[in-house]
């Protein structure tokens, strides 16, 4: 399993920033992650993609309510994915998931397992004044 855990949000006001970080591990396994992503989940709505980043290429991908503002980075070397988010709004509001796609093998293993879908626990993110 990979565990996915997110630190950064908080209260910040209209206009303010601020930046999420999502840390992957996998206690015992070597684990690639092909993608990782932020989406967030506002009450009462569906969750939605935020940001994607692609292990790879140099395209990630913005939802439109975000363009602009919002800014998805990788350090691989950390297993870590950041979402620094400007100019924040109250729609903005939301609890923020890290999603990565990933998959394992065992450190004496060559053989990797299929790609897997993991999640974060979340992180609030209250744009209010």
């Known amino acids: 399993q990979v565990q996915l855990v997110e630190s950064g949000g908080g209260l910040v006001q209209p206009g303010g920033s601020v930046r999420l970080s999502c840390t992957a591990s996998?206690?015992?396994?070597?684990?690639?992650?092909?993608?990782m992503a932020w989406y967030r989940q506002a009450p009462g709505k569906p969750r939605e993609l935020v940001a994607t980043?692609?292990?790879?290429?140099?395209?990630?991908y913005y939802a439109d309510s975000v363009k602009g503002r919002f800014t998805i980075s990788r350090d691989n070397a950390r297993n870590t994915v950041y979402l620094q988010m400007n100019n924040l709004k109250p729609e903005d509001t939301a609890v923020y998931y890290c999603y990565a796609r990933a998959r394992l093998r065992s450190s004496q293993s060559l053989l990797w397992g299929d790609y897997e879908d993991y999640w974060g626990q979340g992180t609030q993110v209250t744009v209010s004044s």
């Open positions: 980043v692609t292990s790879g290429t140099n395209t990630n």
């Open positions: 996998a206690s015992g396994s070597i684990f690639s992650m092909v993608l």
